[in-house]
């Protein structure tokens, strides 16, 4: 392939620079409750961007996160190419100082976000700089970084953002995490977190238990009827994985809910999930005088695995074997990410596509290190391919 070996070069010659701003990303904080530091995670890759001319302009969203959209416009005149990542980590104030970016001499990084997903922004960031180097003039670049997508964009209007810009693209990369084996996520079930609130009524349950009507064991009745809706062959699956309610052991309880995680395969099954929720919650009591209602909190709809989405495995699988990466293959996981919001976009769409590690969201969070040049060597050869190998359907 042509630029490939000048392109290997580059990246060889900028390892240092890559593992410094790596390290950087890693050690600024920007867990669900930092917003500041998504704000100075987003203006350190402002810098690193407008720098390669590549035009910035971040969104910002009404819980104080932000969408980082850049465009790298080197005079094509198709659809862009989407390189997917978010800037955010699920960690609590403080990791990085009890954990901060460092490198074993067994050559894996540590720290936090340092899989999840920071090493993902600087391969893009480096992806884009090693074809420039090389004088590449293919399709357009499009970044889409979101600033809250651990949080599953439950107070934002990020979703809505970065559908509007993956609209058209020709075809996305998302860095997410990598996985040790090499495999490519090609699927990944929805998820959606809702809360079940029972209202009853309290009461004295020793002098005058009569008078009180129990949210929790109206709770218990609408728990049962929630699991039953589990249908494993077809991965539509809810979890009542957390109850809260009541105030003492001798007080008939007024308030229960119901906290359940909800997983689904496609947006059919996402909606009838949904619906029979609805239903259980509208059926009459069991319990006389309580009420139940729902509330849908954080939702990621699957990434189906689109026959366009398989043509861009197949092209990845193809560029990696003629650049000696080695060997890659499909597979389909659990975990959502913001592929669903491209591939619902009708935009051919592959995950997985950052450094290879384990443990992400944990302390024990790693990464390979040699993966992080690998793996930028690999997505520029992949963004070239799509000039030359169309994946999108229509």
Same mark, same amino acid.
């Given at each position: ?188 079930? /929805? ?5 079940? %609130?029972?209202? =009853? &009524? ?7 238990? #009569?008078?009180? *009507? ?83 909190? /954080? ?5 189906? %695995?689109?026959? =366009? &989405? ?7 699988? #193809?560029?990696? *074997? ?73």
């Amino acid at each position: 392939m042509e630029h490939i070996d000048a392109i290997r070069r580059y990246i060889d010659a900028h390892r240092q620079e890559m593992l410094d701003l790596w390290r950087d990303l890693v050690n600024t904080e920007s867990g669900p409750a930092q917003k500041e530091g998504v704000g100075a995670v987003c203006r350190r890759l402002c810098a690193e961007l407008e720098a390669m001319r590549v035009h910035t302009r971040p969104v910002p969203m009404e819980d104080g996160s932000q969408v980082l959209v850049a465009d790298w416009d080197n005079g094509g005149e198709e659809a862009p190419v989407l390189l997917i990542g978010h800037m955010d980590t699920v960690f609590q104030p403080g990791a990085a100082t009890k954990n901060p970016f460092r490198i074993d001499p067994d050559g894996t990084a540590h720290g936090p976000g340092v899989l999840d997903m920071k090493a993902g922004l600087v391969i893009a960031l480096y992806a884009v700089k090693a074809l420039q180097s090389v004088g590449w003039a293919g399709r357009n670049v499009r970044f889409l970084f979101a600033g809250d997508e651990e949080t599953a964009h439950k107070n934002s209007d990020a979703k809505a953002v970065m559908a509007r810009e993956a609209r058209g693209c020709a075809a996305a990369f998302n860095f997410e995490t990598g996985y040790l084996d090499d495999g490519i996520v090609v699927g990944r079930r /929805g998820a959606a977190i809702v809360n079940f %609130h029972i209202a =009853g &009524v309290s009461a004295h349950s020793g002098i005058e238990p #009569e008078k009180g *009507r129990s949210a929790i064991l109206e709770a218990s009745h609408r728990i049962i009827a929630l699991e039953a809706l589990n249908d494993l062959p077809r991965s539509k699956l809810i979890n009542c994985g957390v109850i809260t309610g009541g105030e003492s052991s001798n007080t008939v309880p007024d308030s229960c809910t119901i906290t359940a995680s909800l997983r689904f395969p496609t947006i059919a099954i996402k909606e009838e999930l949904l619906e029979d929720c609805r239903r259980i919650m509208e059926a009459p009591s069991t319990v006389p005088d309580t009420t139940a209602t729902m509330r849908v909190g /954080g939702v990621f709809d699957p990434m189906e %695995h689109t026959q =366009g &989405v398989q043509k861009l495995y197949e092209l990845v699988e #193809e560029t990696a *074997r003629e650049i000696g990466y080695g060997p890659v293959h499909p597979f389909e996981v659990s975990g959502a990410s913001d592929s669903s919001i491209s591939v619902n976009e009708g935009v051919p769409t592959v995950c997985a596509m950052g450094v290879r590690g384990a443990f992400n969201h944990t302390e024990r969070e790693y990464a390979v290190v040699e993966s992080l040049f690998q793996r930028t060597l690999l997505a520029a050869a992949c963004i070239i391919r799509v000039q030359e190998k169309p994946c999108r359907e229509g």
